[in-house]
């Protein structure tokens, strides 16, 4: 048989480089409609590639000396980690239909064990085969070691742009991850046919077979759960789907729904209700803001599904949309009855903030995403920076989830602590509810406001005829236990994900009760 060329070697290690970047990029995207896309997440994903390329390294190492320049433990090695990855999309859902019930940071380092390690072990023992196979003296050890961990690693690079930057945006998880897994697999299991073809065969069998579990593994929805649009991209995974709003109305009236990782995060009726929000609590936002005159400037931090927008316009406000996921603004005026005339940046809300030289007179906070909470923004310094750009008599109105007591509300009364240290005077509208399905909105401004002004004429299904009813006192807030949030030790992502999870938990248990097959 004749030898594996370098060039070829050095082909495989780059293919092994680059899919060890797309099956982490996948891995950790592959969690987000579970449990989300938080610094958690982020940090388990990378501790647990380290890991299983650190496995790889050692076992690789002790095998390349254990068979000694025998081609057919790389191809092997290969064939494997391609398999694994190919395995993914359908092992991840198994594994995380098991571990959705655990505490968020448990229940990700144990999927991202069952489905993302194996295959990344396998990706780490291609190294040492490889150099291994190169090396044919010691003092070419180094420079063969160099040579391979180098184009390992330009493949990653080059994989990590494809990936985020098109890949996984264009086509979704399953596909590439089939696609990469057959692609890194094919190679070695053409060589493989020259020295063994009944395991290449098999290899080939399960390929195919591993191929076909993965398309094969997506969820089934029940009748009355009608996808109209789906990718993933920057913020994960983002539906657009139609049914009913059981438990979420009395009528269970028919809703569009913008899913953000598996959480509802706007809901829009479909029949006469076609412009506002099914839910009650977004009604308060433009009656609170409603003390302001026609032609405010409004900047609104975070699209959604334009629902906001839609009750900034009825009072006749200019608004300006910052929108870090350009998706997000394409499915609001596709599905959502949004005006596409409707301004709107695609830009990150502190760096637009801080580069602007546009002046507001409300800028709304509504950036946050399930699990995830932009703590770069909450900060003394984010705030100062807001204020920076708001008018002497202007007001900050920050959306938040509703609770304030024991440890789920320490992040709530950390931003109250922050505003208040930040010279604004706050007051915190509750909506109505019990504190796991109610909103919090902060209002900050330099002087106090007075919210008798209030126009109650705003569409809403709970009727509002005083905000004040809805106001928390300060002894509701204490802030003895909170957090002052800073850039330097911002802290808001700890302290929020307790209560995320519990939201998280609860849309889960939702859909699947109403809509999962």
């Known amino acids: 048989m004749k030898k594996a060329t370098t060039p070829y070697l050095y082909l495989l290690s780059f293919l092994e480089g680059g899919s060890v970047m797309a099956c982490e990029l996948i891995g950790a995207k592959l969690l987000a409609p579970y449990f989300g896309t938080s610094l958690y997440i982020w940090a388990a994903a990378l501790a647990l590639t380290l890991g299983g390329l650190t496995s790889g390294y050692f076992i690789g190492g002790r095998l390349s000396k254990k068979y000694a320049g025998q081609e057919a433990l790389l191809y092997k090695v290969l064939i494997a980690a391609g398999l694994l990855l ?60 160099g040579n391979v961990y180098a184009i ?150 975070g699209l959604g599904g334009g629902t906001i927008v839609k009750q900034l316009d009825r009072l006749g406000f200019e608004t300006d949309v910052v929108e870090i996921d350009k998706r997000v603004w394409e499915v609001s005026v596709e599905y959502f009855n949004l005006n596409p005339q409707t301004h709107i940046v695609i830009d990150d809300a502190r760096h637009y903030i801080r580069t602007t030289d546009k002046k507001y007179d409300i800028i709304i906070f509504d950036t ?73 909105i902060f209002l900050a401004s330099r002087a106090e406001k007075d919210f008798s ?6 569409p809403n299904y709970d009727k509002i005829d005083d905000l004040y009813t809805f106001f928390l006192d300060a002894w509701q807030l204490p802030t003895d236990d909170a957090l002052l949030l800073t850039d330097k030790k911002p802290q808001l992502a700890k302290l929020y994900a307790r209560a995320a999870m519990e939201w998280k938990k609860s849309y889960n248990r939702y859909y699947r009760k109403y809509f999962l097959k």
């Open 86 to 145: 190919i395995l993914m999309p359908f092992s991840s859902r198994f594994i995380m239909g098991i571990t959705l019930g655990l505490s968020l940071e448990m229940g990700s380092i144990l999927s991202l064990m069952v489905y993302m390690f194996p295959p990344l072990v396998f990706m780490g023992m291609t190294s040492p085969v490889i150099i291994n196979l190169l090396t044919e003296e010691a003092k070419s050890a180094g420079n063969s070691a």
């Open 152 to 301: 390992s690693t330009l493949g990653g690079i080059l994989f990590t742009f494809l990936m985020g930057f098109y890949i996984i945006p264009t086509f979704g998880l399953t596909g590439p991850a089939v696609t990469i897994g057959a692609l890194l697999a094919l190679l070695p299991l053409a060589s493989l046919i020259l020295t063994d073809k009944k395991k290449a065969v098999l290899a080939a069998v399960l390929l195919i077979g591993f191929a076909f579990l993965s398309f094969s593994s997506q969820e089934h929805y029940s009748d009355e759960y009608k996808v109209l649009y789906q990718s993933e991209g920057i913020l994960g995974q983002i539906k657009v789907v139609d049914h009913p709003s059981y438990d979420i109305t009395p009528d269970n009236r028919m809703g569009r729904g913008l899913i953000v990782n598996n959480t509802l995060q706007t809901y829009m009726g479909v029949d006469h209700d076609f412009q506002y929000s099914i839910w009650s609590w977004s009604h308060y936002f433009p009656t609170a803001a409603s003390i302001f005159p026609k032609g405010t400037k409004v900047l609104l931090l």
């Open 368 to 440: 946050f995403l399930s699990e995830s909470v932009p703590e770069h923004l909450l900060t003394q310094e984010g705030f100062a920076d807001a204020q920076a750009i708001l008018n002497p008599e202007g007001m900050i109105m920050i959306n938040f989830y509703g609770f304030v007591e024991g440890k789920r509300g320490k992040a709530a009364r950390s931003v109250y602590k922050t505003l208040l240290a930040s010279e604004l005077v706050t007051e915190v509208l509750a909506t109505p509810g019990d504190e796991s399905s109610r909103n919090l």
């Open 453 to 458: 002004l209030a126009d109650y004429s705003e």
